[in-house]
């Protein structure tokens, strides 16, 4: 099965930044065959006119609680949140019915938004990974390990167990990656980081945790410890190239040193974090590690949105205004960061993240004709400054169209929110008792 997008501005995001003006991608079953300038002459069974709209790599989400969906909106400008009813509630009103039909709904704003790829720490993961394989999505799933009781384990830690299990069942899954996610440097034991860790080893799969996100955090290690809270996963030797560290606000030099030393990855999440006024992680400086870098909107409780034309904009504006510069990071190296760049978080930038012979077709076509995206001298800073969802025309992922001309292919988008709906019935009664907060 071969397709054809001609008439395009194709953005190849590949390592020399090559933009076809007028150009065209070939793609043949789940593959990128080939992308070029001018005409392409090859037969196809399918042939779509871009119209001169821009074809970009697939979007890559590198850390989300996507589940999460039936909090959005709830507690915006609470403080401590988390720990007042997050936590409480989640125990009290997860189920997994609740997780599958979250995660399909969310899969779907993702979907329509050009993410193609995304990284979930959540429970019940198995049910996010039905969500994915049903779907169509690519999901980088991570069972989340932590210190107390959760919707899905009565003791702590249960997530060890589980995440065991998830990562044997779904391993070599053609579009679910499983991971293991112990919560956070705070709520996880030395012992349990530990195991945590050798368990993503002995299985050869990524790891995931929230790391120097917390001003508490922050004050622990450096109580207890006397360390910084990445100085104490080096001291224990739980940096490795395997972790993907999300948040990393509170950064020293030395941490970014230690890092860098260890392969370390990074998920910035600059959506969440600013609306929390937690901080801005210092990117320049990770970037001038060589520290791979992505973005990651954090749930729909934490970031609202799962979209990452959102975080484009938000981290344009907040990082050259923390930096005083405005030249700091042109529109195409944030574009990169959305795709490449996520690619390389994942340990996947030989699979997806660019448009380039070889690659699954991983691959998203945004309509020209939509007002925003008029006039364009330059199609990046149109996609950063410019663009949001709606912009959306086609999505493809592994060669497979997902979204066309808008609109779902996959789902019908009514009928997964009236299983949401369903679902939060009695989400909605206990959430009441929350309500002075929320």
Same mark, same amino acid.
């Given at each position: ?14 390592? !020399? ?54 909090? &959005? ?30 995660? &399909? $709904? ?50 702590? $830690? ?15 899954? !053609? ?64 940096? =490795? ?71 484009? &904009? ?9 930096? !005083? ?108 008792? $929350? !309500? =002075?907060?929320?």
């Amino acid at each position: 099965m071969k397709t054809l997008i001609k008439h395009a501005t194709v953005l190849t995001m590949n390592d !020399r930044m090559e933009t076809y003006p007028d150009g065209y991608v070939l793609v043949e079953d789940q593959m990128i065959r080939e992308a070029g300038a001018g005409e392409c002459r090859e037969n196809c069974d399918t042939v779509i006119d871009a119209k001169g709209g821009i074809v970009m790599p697939g979007m890559v989400n590198t850390h989300c609680h996507v589940s999460m969906v039936p909090f &959005r909106s709830m507690g915006d400008d609470c403080p401590d949140r988390l720990r007042r009813f997050l936590f409480p509630l989640e125990l009290e009103a997860m189920t997994p019915e609740l997780v599958y039909t979250g995660a &399909r $709904y969310g899969i779907c704003e993702m979907l329509l938004s050009g993410v193609t790829t995304f990284a979930d720490m959540y429970y019940f993961e198995d049910m996010v990974a039905k969500a994915c394989e049903e779907l169509g999505i690519r999901g980088y799933l991570g069972e989340t390990v932590i210190d107390q009781e959760t919707c899905d384990s009565k003791t702590p $830690y249960g997530g060890l167990d589980y995440g065991e299990t998830f990562i044997k069942n779904w391993k070599g899954h !053609r579009l679910v990656t499983p991971m293991i996610a112990p919560h956070g440097t705070s709520t996880n034991s030395p012992e349990m980081l530990q195991k945590a860790c050798e368990l993503a080893a002995a299985h050869d799969v990524p790891w995931t945790m929230h790391v120097s996100e917390m001003d508490y955090e922050m004050a622990h290690f450096r109580e207890t410890y006397q360390q910084t809270p990445v100085e104490f996963l080096h001291s224990q030797g739980l940096l =490795d190239e395997r972790l993907i560290a999300a948040h990393c606000i509170h950064l020293t030099e030395r941490d970014m040193e230690l890092m860098a030393e260890c392969g370390v990855k990074v998920s910035h999440c600059i959506g969440s974090n600013t609306k929390a006024g937690k901080g801005v992680a210092p990117v320049k400086e990770l970037l001038a590690h060589r520290i791979p870098v992505g973005f990651g909107t954090d749930g729909p409780s934490s970031g609202n949105t799962l979209d990452l034309f959102t975080q484009f &904009r938000l981290f344009a504006s907040f990082q050259k205004t923390w930096n !005083r510069d405005r030249s700091l990071f042109p529109a195409a190296e944030i574009v990169r960061i959305g795709t490449m760049g996520g690619a390389a978080v994942l340990g996947a930038e030989k699979m997806i993240g660019s448009i380039e012979a070889g690659k699954r077709a991983d691959l998203v076509m945004l309509d020209p004709d939509k007002v925003q995206m008029f006039p364009c001298y330059n199609p990046y800073s149109l996609l950063v400054y410019s663009a949001n969802p709606s912009v959306v025309d086609t999505v493809f992922v592994d060669g497979r169209i997902l979204v066309c001309h808008g609109a779902l292919t996959c789902v019908d988008l009514g009928q997964v929110r009236a299983e949401l709906m369903e679902n939060m019935q009695d989400f909605y009664k206990k959430a009441d008792a $929350y !309500r =002075d907060m929320i």
